[in-house]
T-cell receptor, first 116, second 113 residues
Framework: GAGVSQSPSNKVTEKGKDVELRCDPI?????LYWYRQSLGQGLEFLIY????????KSGLPSDRFSAERTGGSVSTLTIQRTQQEDSAVYLC??????????????FGEGSRLTVL | QKEVEQDPGPLSVPEGAIVSLNCTYS??????FMWYRQYSRKGPELLMY????GNKEDGRFTAQVDKSSKYISLFIRDSQPSDSATYLC?????????????FGKGTLLTVNP
């Protein structure tokens, strides 16, 4: 596709359930990022993948959060035992390479997670 | 103190007005400064990018960076209803984690016809 694709666009789940969010980056982009946008908050960095390097997981808020990127392309963000404070929009972005001087990250439309 | 401070607004202006959006920051290592625009229920898109101090103009948009004051601005001239969106400032340093953008909370702008 032409842009970053995320699914599902909306997810409503019950507290304690696990959820998986998927991101399909722009073809050829080696860097992939996950950010979280909570109501009234800026974008919060979660995790960064670059090629075959070890990901930077420093932004993951707890061990209930994990992410993987298979084959250098599609990425899945998993939240286990969801809590109400996990409710947010989860945004995926990709770029041609990490640390690109233009800073141009291409964002998907996000997955809006609501935990009841 | 948060690394990046941005007034969340909301800001409401009439069509044709000049709009000024601002961010302050505390990390003197930031070298790259960006403005992203985010329409409702969409992902952010890059609007302006500036390296270090100075001005950059692109059509109706002007980005300014004053590193001595740790202050960045985005000016929109002849604002249009289509400019109604949330504007997010973002910045990064040139060190080992230079892929990591730090964002402001965003300012919600409404331009009224």
């Amino acid at each position: 596709g032409a842009g970053v694709s995320q699914s599902p666009s909306n997810k409503v789940t019950e507290k304690g359930k696990d959820v998986e969010l998927r991101c399909d980056p722009i073809s050829g982009h080696t860097a992939l990022y996950w950010y979280r946008q909570s109501l009234g908050q800026g974008l919060e960095f979660l995790i960064y993948f670059q090629g075959n390097s070890a990901p930077d997981k420093s932004g993951l808020p707890s061990d209930r959060f994990s992410a993987e990127r298979t084959g250098g392309s599609v990425s899945t963000l998993t939240i286990q035992r969801t809590q109400q404070e996990d409710s947010a929009v989860y945004l995926c972005a990709s770029s041609l390479s990490g640390g690109a001087a233009t800073g141009e990250l291409f964002f998907g439309e996000g997955s809006r997670l609501t935990v009841l | 103190q948060k690394e990046v401070e941005q007034d969340p607004g909301p800001l409401s202006v009439p069509e044709g007005a000049i709009v000024s959006l601002n961010c302050t920051y505390s990390n003197s290592a930031f070298q790259y400064f960006m403005w992203y625009r985010q329409y409702s229920r969409k992902g952010p898109e890059l609007l302006m990018y500036t390296y270090s101090s100075g001005n950059k103009e692109d059509g109706r948009f002007t980005a300014q960076v004053d590193k001595s004051s740790k202050y960045i601005s985005l000016f929109i001239r002849d604002s249009q209803p289509s400019d109604s969106a949330t504007y997010l400032c973002a910045m990064r340093d040139s060190g080992g984690s230079n892929y990591k953008l730090t964002f402001g909370k965003g300012t919600l702008l409404t331009v009224n016809p």
